[in-house]
């Protein structure tokens, strides 16, 4: 039904697995900070995100295809890292982190309730 495959609710909906693959990847570089050797990990989606959102040319439909291929991608900040043991993990910075994704969570869930709201006040018209 088109009123639930559309190129912003698919962009929503890949926010949010973008959003939660980064947590998952933030959570394991929490609870890997002491071990000796462990390298930080980190999610792209972002990007690819916006450039399916402003490419032009594309009719709505082709747009909402696209925007259903992306994948979040995990990389590796390899580097000789703030410590002798070579693990590169800064606890300050996966905690601000994790607090911007989650609060980018909230922001995209509230956006998706949103949607649903004004597609029930259209429906019942109430």
Known sequence: MILFNNAAMNALNKNLDGLWAREQVISENLAN????????????????????????????????????????????????????????????VENIEMARTQLNYSFTVQNLDDYFSRLRTAITGS
């Open 33 to 92: 900070y002491e071990t000796p050797g462990y390298q930080r990990k980190y999610v792209t989606f972002e990007q690819e995100l916006l450039n399916k959102l402003s490419k032009k040319g594309t009719s709505f439909a082709q747009r909402s295809e696209e925007i259903a291929d992306i994948v979040p991608e995990e990389h590796t900040t390899v580097s000789a890292g703030l410590r002798e043991d070579g693990n590169n993990v800064d606890i300050e």
